[in-house]
C-alpha cells in the first residue's frame, strides 16, 4: 500500500470477502473522508442479502460511504459465468462513477486480486494455449470508461491478507462458491496452488515476474502493431490494404491483424480463425479471390483492395 497513490476520492470494489474487506479497511485508515465503497449485488446467491448487509455495517464501522448496485449478471450461450459477472461489474462501475463524493466525482478504483489469483490467471491462461496477452494476466493498473483502475494488492499472498485481518481481528464473508469445484479457478486453488506451493515455494513471486515479463513483450507488440496500422490501413483507417500487409513477414502480419481486430472492433480471433485468415491474404494474388470468413462474432470480408470485419 505504501506505493498505492491514486487520485482522490477512491472508491474501492467491496464484496465483503477477505481481500476486498482488508483493501477497504487499509485505504479507509491511509484516506479518511476521501473512501467510497461500491458493492455490486450480482443477484447470483440467494445469500447476495446477507453479502450486502454485511459490507454495509463494515462501511458504518468505517465511516465510509455505501453504494449498491444491482446487476443481472446471467450469462448468454458461449459466455462463460465468470466472463458475464464480470462485464456486470465493470457496467455497474461506469453507473456508479458519476455520482458526486466529497464533491468530486470518481475517478480512481481499487480491486482487490491478490498474488494468488494473479497466479491462477496466468495458469488458466496456459491451459488455454493463450498468446502473450492471456499470458500477461491480471494489471496492476489501467484505464476503461474514463476510470482508473489499480489492483494495489496483486504482489500480496492470500496468506498474508489473512493474518492482517487476523492481527486486526476483522471478520469478512466467505463466499461459498469459492470452494465449487466445478468452477476451474477454484480446482486449480484447491488442487494446484499446494502443490506448487510445496514443489516452488517462490512460486507466487516467480509466476508473477514472468506475467509481467509477458506484459512487457505484449505492450512492445502492440506498439508495434500501433505503427504498422498507421501504414496498411486506408485513408478512413478502419480498412485493411490487402497488398500492404502482404509485405509483412508472416509473424508481423499476425500481429498487425490481431491488433486490428482488437483496437478497431474489440474482436479477438482464435488462433485457427487467424491462421486461416493469414492463408487466405497469402492467396489474395486475383481480383477474384473471394474472402468471407467468420472471426470472433463476425466476418472479415474481402471488397476490392481492402479487408473489413463486419457484424452482420
Known amino acids: 500500500m505504501q506505493v498505492f497513490a491514486p487520485a482522490l476520492?477512491?472508491?474501492?470494489?467491496?464484496?465483503?470477502?477477505?481481500?476486498?474487506?482488508?483493501?477497504?479497511?487499509?485505504?479507509?485508515?491511509?484516506?479518511?473522508?476521501?473512501?467510497?465503497?461500491?458493492?455490486?449485488?450480482?443477484?447470483?446467491?440467494?445469500a447476495a442479502p446477507a453479502f450486502e448487509a454485511f459490507c454495509q455495517s463494515l462501511c458504518d464501522r468505517f465511516n465510509v460511504p455505501f453504494l449498491v448496485q444491482r446487476v443481472n449478471a446471467g450469462h448468454v450461450a458461449g459466455q462463460s459465468p465468470e466472463d458475464a459477472a464480470r462485464l456486470?461489474?465493470?457496467?455497474?462501475?461506469?453507473?456508479?462513477?458519476?455520482?458526486?463524493?466529497?464533491?468530486?466525482?470518481?475517478?480512481?478504483?481499487?480491486?482487490?486480486?491478490?498474488?494468488?489469483?494473479?497466479?491462477?490467471?496466468?495458469?488458466?491462461?496456459?491451459?488455454?494455449?493463450?498468446?502473450?496477452?492471456?499470458?500477461?494476466?491480471?494489471?496492476?493498473?489501467?484505464?476503461?470508461?474514463?476510470?482508473?483502475?489499480?489492483?494495489?494488492?496483486?504482489?500480496?499472498?492470500?496468506?498474508?491478507?489473512?493474518q492482517w485481518l487476523a492481527q486486526r481481528a476483522l471478520s469478512f464473508i466467505e463466499d461459498p462458491t469459492n470452494t465449487d469445484e466445478r468452477f476451474t479457478r477454484n480446482r486449480i486453488r484447491a488442487r494446484v496452488m499446494p502443490v506448487l506451493q510445496a514443489v516452488f515455494p517462490q512460486f507466487l513471486d516467480t509466476f508473477a515476474r514472468s506475467a509481467g515479463h509477458a506484459a512487457q513483450a505484449?505492450?512492445?507488440?502492440?506498439?508495434?502493431?500501433a505503427q504498422d496500422l498507421q501504414r496498411v490501413c486506408d485513408a478512413s483507417g478502419g480498412l485493411l490494404m490487402i497488398k500492404s500487409v502482404q509485405v509483412f513477414s508472416r509473424p508481423r502480419q499476425a500481429n498487425t491483424v490481431r491488433h486490428w481486430l482488437k483496437t478497431r472492433?474489440?474482436?479477438?480471433?482464435?488462433?485457427a480463425q487467424l491462421e486461416e485468415l493469414l492463408d487466405?491474404?497469402?492467396?489474395?494474388?486475383?481480383?477474384?479471390?473471394?474472402?468471407?470468413?467468420?472471426?470472433?462474432?463476425?466476418f472479415v470480408q474481402r471488397n476490392g483492395e481492402v479487408l473489413n470485419w463486419y457484424n452482420p
Not at 22 to 36: F, H, I, R, T
Not at 218 to 225: I, K, N, P, S, T
Not at 265 to 271: A, G, N
Open 88 to 162: 456486470a461489474r465493470y457496467k455497474a462501475f461506469s453507473a456508479l462513477a458519476p455520482v458526486q463524493y466529497a464533491q468530486k466525482a470518481i475517478k480512481s478504483v481499487a480491486l482487490a486480486q491478490h498474488a494468488d489469483d494473479q497466479v491462477e490467471t496466468l495458469l488458466l491462461a496456459l491451459s488455454r494455449g493463450s498468446g502473450l496477452g492471456g499470458m500477461s494476466a491480471m494489471p496492476s493498473h489501467w484505464q476503461r470508461d474514463g476510470l482508473d483502475y489499480h489492483r494495489p494488492l496483486i504482489q500480496v499472498s492470500s496468506a498474508a491478507i489473512r
Open 9 to 46: 476520492p477512491l472508491a474501492v470494489a467491496l464484496s465483503g470477502g477477505a481481500d476486498s474487506t482488508a483493501l477497504l479497511s487499509a485505504c479507509a485508515e491511509k484516506w479518511p473522508g476521501q473512501v467510497v465503497a461500491w458493492h455490486v449485488n450480482h443477484g447470483l446467491q440467494d
Open 265 to 271: 472492433f474489440q474482436v479477438i480471433p482464435s488462433t
Open 280 to 298: 487466405q491474404v497469402a492467396a489474395c494474388t486475383t481480383r477474384g479471390h473471394r474472402i468471407h470468413l467468420k472471426v470472433g462474432q463476425g
Open 218 to 225: 505484449q505492450d512492445l507488440l502492440d506498439e508495434v502493431g
